[in-house]
Nanobody, 119 residues
Framework: QLQASGGGLVQAGGSLRLSCVRS???????MGWFRQAPGKEREFVAA???????NYADSVKGRFTISRVNGDSTVYLQMNALKPEDTAIYYC????????????????WGQGTLVTVSS
């Protein structure tokens, strides 16, 4: 059970923070974010392991930061310097692994939260 929140409308250059709470108690899985823009396939954004190892898509490196609070099974995505091309539905996800494996899809998905960046 993954519950995402924090999406909204922001101007280019602005910031947003997404949150995702996992309610089933599996706090040791990798947690992360994917996004799907209109007319495009879903793509990886960022992931973080229980130990804090982070992975980012090249398109967001230096602008987005993923973090987690293990005790609360919560993961955050701080998005700065947003661009219109960041507009998408952002999905929280979890993978049953100690470290993110980009060769397979996550095992669990949350509902999406819409991020719209205006130019």
């Amino acid at each position: 059970q993954l519950q995402a929140s924090g999406g909204g409308l922001v101007q280019a250059g602005g910031s947003l923070r997404l949150s995702c709470v996992r309610s089933d108690g599996y706090s040791t899985h990798v947690m992360g974010w994917f996004r799907q823009a209109p007319g495009k396939e879903r793509e990886f954004v960022a992931a973080i392991s229980w130990r804090g190892n982070r992975n980012y898509a090249d398109s967001v490196k230096g602008r987005f930061t993923i973090s987690r609070v293990n005790g609360d099974s919560t993961v955050y995505l701080q998005m700065n310097a947003l661009k219109p091309e960041d507009t998408a539905i952002y999905y929280c996800a979890a993978q049953k692994a100690q470290y993110y494996n980009g060769d397979r899809l996550p095992d669990y998905w949350g509902q999406g939260t819409l991020v719209t960046v205006s130019s």
